[in-house]
């Protein structure tokens, strides 16, 4: 499956999702790998796709700028707890800092990639953490590709 797959992702259970079912977009097949199983796995209550936003201070223009994490999801353990999660679909490659001796355009557009994720990343998780949530990163690894 590619990972650049993009589309319109159809909610099958429209009572497990918050904001407009008609109107779920997914930028990746890794993304809609997760949506599936956002939708269909039982004890997933409350799934959104792009539906929060997170300030945070762009490392690399010095500017503030919007983060939209790929999904909000509230999960009901075996107790019945409701956990809140922030998750965020991304290749491993991407979660690691580029190491390549040489600076080309590929290495600097890779570092500056990787230094924007770090920034989001951190502002998600102290959001995250003063809501009483939790945030993680989701890599293929994750999802067993």
Same mark, same amino acid.
């Given at each position: 499956?590619?990972?650049?797959?993009?589309?319109?992702?159809?909610?099958?259970?429209?009572?497990?999702?918050?904001?407009?079912?008609?109107?779920?977009?997914?930028?990746?097949?890794?993304?809609?790998?997760?949506?599936?199983?956002?939708?269909?796995?039982?004890?997933?209550?409350?799934?959104?796709?792009?539906?929060?936003?997170?300030?945070?201070?762009?490392? @690399?223009?010095?500017?503030?700028?919007? +983060?939209?994490?790929?999904?909000? &999801?509230?999960?009901?353990? !075996?107790?019945?707890? $409701? =956990?809140?999660?922030?998750?965020?679909?991304?290749?491993?490659?991407?979660?690691?800092?580029?190491?390549?001796?040489?600076?080309?355009?590929?290495?600097?557009?890779?570092?500056?990639?990787?230094? @924007?994720?770090?920034?989001?990343?951190? +502002?998600?998780?102290?959001?995250? &953490?003063?809501?009483?949530? !939790?945030?993680?990163? $989701? =890599?293929?690894?994750?999802?067993?590709?």
């Amino acid at each position: 499956m590619a990972h650049y797959k993009q589309g319109r992702y159809k909610v099958k259970n429209r009572q497990k999702y918050a904001g407009d079912p008609d109107n779920v977009i997914y930028r990746s097949s890794w993304e809609l790998l997760v949506l599936k199983w956002l939708d269909d796995h039982p004890d997933i209550v409350y799934f959104a796709s792009e539906e929060l936003v997170i300030p945070y201070l762009n490392p @690399v223009d010095g500017r503030v700028h919007r +983060y939209f994490p790929d999904f909000i &999801i509230k999960v009901r353990d !075996k107790n019945n707890k $409701i =956990t809140t999660y922030v998750l965020e679909v991304k290749p491993e490659v991407q979660t690691r800092m580029p190491t390549q001796r040489k600076k080309t355009q590929k290495f600097i557009k890779e570092a500056m990639t990787y230094a @924007v994720n770090q920034a989001k990343w951190k +502002y998600a998780n102290e959001y995250c &953490i003063d809501k009483g949530w !939790k945030f993680k990163v $989701i =890599t293929e690894k994750d999802l067993g590709i």
